[in-house]
C-alpha cells in the first residue's frame, strides 16, 4: 500500500492564484483531513471529511476548498492565493474519526509571493 | 489558542541517554496521541492513551497520562541518532466536535 500521497511536492505561487493540492489514500479510511503547519504553531486543522459527499469545516478554513466526490481523493483548494497561505499542508487519513491513529502524506510545502 | 503544550521546545541529548518532554493541555479529553515528525517529512503515529488509561509502552517508548493535572509525558530511552525529531502531542477535547488538536511539538536532538 502507497498510504496517503500527496502532490506536489514543492509549490511557488503569486499571490491571486489559484491551485489545488492532491490527497489520496488506498487503505479504505472514510476520515480525512488537511492541516497546515507553520513554525512554532504545530499543526492547524483546515477541513476535513467523514466519507465521500460530506466536508466540513475545521479551525483554519478560510481562503481554502474542499470537496470528496470519492473515498480515495480528497483535494484542497486555493481560490486566491495569498502570503498568509505560505505553509507546509499535511492531508491525513483514518479508520474512524480523530479518536483513532492518523496517517499523515509526505507534505506539500507552499511559498505564495 | 492550541489544546496541548510540549516543554520543553528543544531538547539535546548524548545517544544512549533518556529524553523526557511533557505535554499540557487545557480542557478534558478523550484521549493523546503522541506523533514523530523527522524534518522533511510528515507525522508519524506513535501511541495514542485514552483518558482512563495511565500509562503505555511501546518498545523503548513510555507515555504516562495524569488526567487531574491534564498533562502527559513522553519518555524515549536509550535514545539514539535515528531518535532525532521533533515531537507532537495531539488531544480530542470531549468538547469541540472531537477534532484532533496540536501542540507546537518538542525538537528532539540526539548527539552521536
Known amino acids: 500500500n502507497a498510504g496517503v500521497t500527496q502532490t506536489p511536492k514543492f509549490q511557488v505561487l503569486k499571490t491571486g492564484q489559484s491551485m489545488t493540492l492532491q490527497c489520496a489514500q488506498d487503505?479504505?479510511?472514510?476520515?480525512m483531513s488537511w492541516y497546515r503547519q507553520d513554525p512554532g504553531m504545530g499543526l492547524r486543522l483546515i477541513h476535513y471529511s467523514v466519507g465521500a459527499g460530506i466536508t466540513d469545516q475545521g479551525e483554519v478554513p478560510n481562503g481554502y476548498n474542499v470537496s470528496r466526490s470519492t473515498t480515495e481523493d480528497f483535494p484542497l483548494r486555493l481560490l486566491s492565493a495569498a502570503p498568509s497561505q505560505t505553509s507546509v499542508y499535511f492531508c491525513?487519513?483514518?479508520?474512524?474519526?480523530?479518536?483513532?491513529?492518523?496517517?499523515f502524506g509526505p507534505g506539500t510545502r507552499l511559498t505564495v509571493t | 489558542s492550541q489544546q496541548g503544550e510540549e516543554d520543553p521546545q528543544a531538547l539535546s541529548i548524548q545517544e544512549g541517554e533518556n529524553a523526557t518532554m511533557n505535554c499540557s493541555y487545557k480542557?478534558?479529553?478523550?484521549?493523546l496521541q503522541w506523533y514523530r515528525q523527522n524534518s522533511g517529512r510528515g507525522l508519524v503515529h506513535l501511541i495514542l492513551i485514552r483518558s482512563n488509561e495511565r500509562e503505555k509502552h511501546s518498545g523503548r517508548l513510555r507515555v504516562t497520562l495524569d488526567t487531574s493535572k491534564k498533562s502527559s509525558s513522553l519518555l524515549i530511552t536509550a535514545s539514539r541518532a535515528a531518535d532525532t525529531a521533533s515531537y507532537f502531542c495531539?488531544?480530542?477535547?470531549?468538547?469541540?466536535?472531537?477534532?484532533?488538536?496540536f501542540g507546537g511539538g518538542t525538537r528532539v536532538l540526539v548527539k552521536p
Open positions: 487503505m479504505n479510511h472514510e476520515y
Open positions: 480542557t478534558s479529553i478523550n484521549n
Open positions: 491525513a487519513s483514518s479508520y474512524a474519526g480523530f479518536t483513532y491513529e492518523q496517517y
Open positions: 495531539a488531544t480530542v477535547p470531549k468538547a469541540a466536535g472531537n477534532k484532533l488538536t
